[in-house]
């Protein structure tokens, strides 16, 4: 299986992230390196140059997931990016959406993945940032049918992508969580982190989310493991547990250590 070094949630318009990794740069343990999404907001894109380019030196190639920050004013409406979509910020570093591509015996799916809403709480989320920095169209924002339209569409990409992939193994790298099992429902916005996809998690060798700024251990769906690795709000403290050297191979070591004690 490809070795394949992954974080999220970096948030680098937080200046006291922005700070962090500044002073913190990420040391390679693979040639490949995929950023889980919420990297920076587009509005802002432009004042992390010097990640790009040390990123860009420091790794053979480098995915970013779109997350839902990532999408926040961007400039193309969430409806019109072509599928699948890829945008070129370096020679060797790209913005993915539902994009898969095989790394000898491995195939790797890159989709923000989005979530199901819940139809009978329109009112209490019709404030969400996705419903007033995401464009849907070039005159309409996203709302909580087309955020669910879009969910439909990608886990239908999803799906039929796994189903036919003829890769020994198989590596998903989604923004969205794909489970509700991790947690109980707390509130309203539980919805807009997580869907239902444990159908499609157990086709699969590896799943890796972020989005939730919540690190739980590694945890096993069927034969499938499913981990995270986010950075999140440094001024909540979000990282404990973040591993900015973490890789597909070390999550399995560490698992299976884990199985054994």
Not at 28 to 53: A, C, R
Not at 87 to 95: D, G, H, S
Not at 155 to 168: R, V
């Amino acid at each position: 299986m490809e070795d394949i070094q992954f974080l999220s949630d970096l948030h680098l318009e937080e200046p006291l992230n922005y700070q962090y990794f500044k002073t913190h740069p990420i040391i390679p343990q693979s040639k490949y390196l995929v950023i889980g999404g919420d990297l920076i907001d587009y509005n802002n894109i432009e004042t992390i140059n010097w990640f790009f380019d040390d990123c860009s030196q420091l790794f053979k190639t480098v995915f970013i997931v779109f997350g839902n920050h990532d999408f926040y004013n961007f400039k193309i409406p969430l409806s019109e990016m072509n599928l699948p979509f890829q945008w070129a910020v370096r020679k060797n570093i790209f913005y993915v959406n539902n994009i898969s591509i095989v790394f000898n015996t491995t195939e790797i799916f890159f989709t923000t993945l989005w979530s199901l809403l819940d139809k009978t709480k329109k009112e209490e989320t019709k404030q969400a940032p996705e419903f007033r920095y995401i464009k849907y169209t070039k005159t309409k924002l996203l709302d909580l049918e087309s955020y669910n339209k879009t969910f439909e569409n990608t886990h239908l990409w999803l799906a039929n992508k796994i189903q036919t992939s003829t890769a020994k193994h198989k590596i998903v790298f989604t923004h969205h969580c794909p489970t509700k099992t991790l947690e109980t429902p707390r509130d309203n916005w539980f919805t807009f982190f997580r869907s239902d996809c444990d159908d499609l998690i157990q086709k699969t060798d590896l799943w890796v989310f972020g989005h939730t700024h919540k690190n739980v251990k590694t945890k096993k769906i069927g034969n499938a493991l499913l981990a995270t690795n986010q950075f999140g709000h440094l001024s909540k403290n979000e990282n404990f547990s973040f591993d900015g050297e973490m890789t597909t191979k070390k999550v399995f070591k560490i698992y299976n250590t884990q199985s054994v004690l």
